[in-house]
């Protein structure tokens, strides 16, 4: 799986979106193209700098759940587009 973060600003966090209730969500892409996809949208929106980290499945989803994090599974199925505002990291 990949999280985007802030280059530079690995350690402060990951990229999230806030959904309709405010709440906000980490998004993990099981394919690193997809990511970068996503990525290059945000370019495109003059979001920050972004980089792709890999992180172990598991672990991370686990992670997720012990903090509270809400999360989503982003598959190579999915379509999913930067929203223009309520961008965050979690």
Same mark, same amino acid.
């Given at each position: ?7 530079g600003k $690995?350690? @402060?966090g990951?990229?999230? *979106?806030?959904d309709e ?6 998004y993990?892409f099981?394919?690193? &193209?997809?990511a ?13 700098e972004m980089n792709?980290? $890999?992180? @172990?499945?598991?672990l991370? *989803?686990k992670?997720c759940?012990n903090h509270?994090y809400n999360y989503t599974?982003i598959t190579? &199925?999915?379509?999913?587009?930067p929203p ?7």
């Amino acid at each position: 799986m990949f999280i985007l973060t802030i280059a530079g600003k $690995e350690r @402060e966090g990951a990229y999230s *979106v806030e959904d309709e209730h405010g709440d906000q969500i980490l998004y993990l892409f099981e394919e690193e &193209d997809d990511a970068e996809r996503y990525v290059m949208m945000l370019e495109e929106q003059d979001y920050p700098e972004m980089n792709i980290l $890999e992180v @172990e499945d598991k672990l991370m *989803v686990k992670t997720c759940e012990n903090h509270g994090y809400n999360y989503t599974i982003i598959t190579s &199925d999915d379509i999913v587009i930067p929203p223009v505002v309520g961008h965050d990291i979690i």
